[in-house]
């Protein structure tokens, strides 16, 4: 019997088919995005804490950014707070869904593409790195002290007060995050991302409840006064000009092709079985 050998360089179809998401697109190697993501966030956090120390500066921007919302005719962050004190236990929601919801959801919106929906996996991690990076430049070129950190504005610190939270009580110093980097909101960005990417990536008619997820982040960051409202507009700006540049890949009919070839074709039924 002659063996079955395949042409040098390629991969068997089983193994292509081992790789390939539901979707037939092959995915990512697995070590080499997680060295990536992990890579982008360590330079993401050298790059915040390098931006620490600029106190005087972030406490002045924040009082112009105070002054533009006003100007706008945005409303007072202290409206949305008020909210959140009428009850410990509503407060400490809050602050929890601040400091624990952020990184896992974007996280396992990453794991969930990598698996499903590779091609979307890649976009998704190309435009998060792209708003991360600009984020990135806005916050050495404009620190901003939070919302929270202003005296006479109407507003408390939800976080010492009802805990949890993942800021230090001496924000100068702070040697886990740079607290003078409030825009752009990534907490208000990524949200966003995550809803979009899985709004593109799923077909449900339920799909645009996804949506929530970013809306919930929006009245968290701002009711637990860690950010203004013009963080998250910024932090919208910056996505939306990531996703005009970073396209997201469509699905042609060579993939739709390749995708139905790694299907293993139905056995031929058995001729005169049963007889």
Do not use: C
């Not at 966030?41 to 533009?68: C, I, P, S």
């Not at 007072?76 to 959140?84: G, I, K, M, R, T």
């Not at 624990?100 to 929906?117: D, E, K, N």
């Not at 976080?159 to 909101?185: E, H, I, K, W």
Request: hydrophobic share 50%; charged share 15%; proline share 6%.
């Amino acid at each position: 019997m002659e063996a079955r050998t395949e042409p040098a360089g390629s991969e068997s179809d089983t193994a292509i088919r081992r790789r390939a998401a539901p979707d037939g697109t092959a995915r990512p190697p697995l070590v080499r995005e997680l060295l990536l993501v992990a890579g982008l966030f360590l330079v993401y956090k050298a790059g915040r804490l390098l931006a620490n120390g600029h106190t005087t500066e972030a406490f002045g921007n924040a009082h112009r950014v105070w002054d533009w919302e006003r100007a706008l005719r945005l409303p007072d962050e202290a409206a949305v707070q008020s909210v959140l004190l009428h009850g410990d236990g509503l407060a400490q929601l809050a602050n929890g869904y601040y400091a624990l919801v952020h990184f896992p959801a974007t996280a396992a919106f990453l794991v969930w593409l990598w698996l499903r929906r590779p091609a979307h996996y890649v976009w998704a991690r190309r435009v998060l790195a792209a708003v991360t990076a600009a984020a990135l430049v806005l916050h050495l070129a404009f620190p901003l002290a939070p919302p929270r950190m202003l005296d006479g504005k109407g507003l408390v610190d939800t976080g010492r007060l009802y805990g949890p939270t993942v800021y230090s009580a001496t924000p100068a110093t702070d040697s886990l995050a740079n607290q003078f980097a409030a825009m752009p909101s990534l907490h208000f960005g990524w949200a966003l991302m995550v809803a979009i990417g899985l709004i593109a990536a799923t077909r449900s008619r339920w799909r645009v409840l996804w949506l929530l997820h970013p809306l919930l982040t929006l009245l968290v960051i701002v009711g637990t006064a860690n950010h203004y409202w013009l963080d998250a507009i910024a932090a919208a700006a910056l996505l939306g000009t990531a996703l005009a540049v970073i396209r997201l890949p469509h699905r042609t009919a060579t993939t739709a092709d390749r995708a139905r070839a790694l299907v293993p074709a139905d056995r031929p039924a058995l001729v005169g079985a049963g007889r």
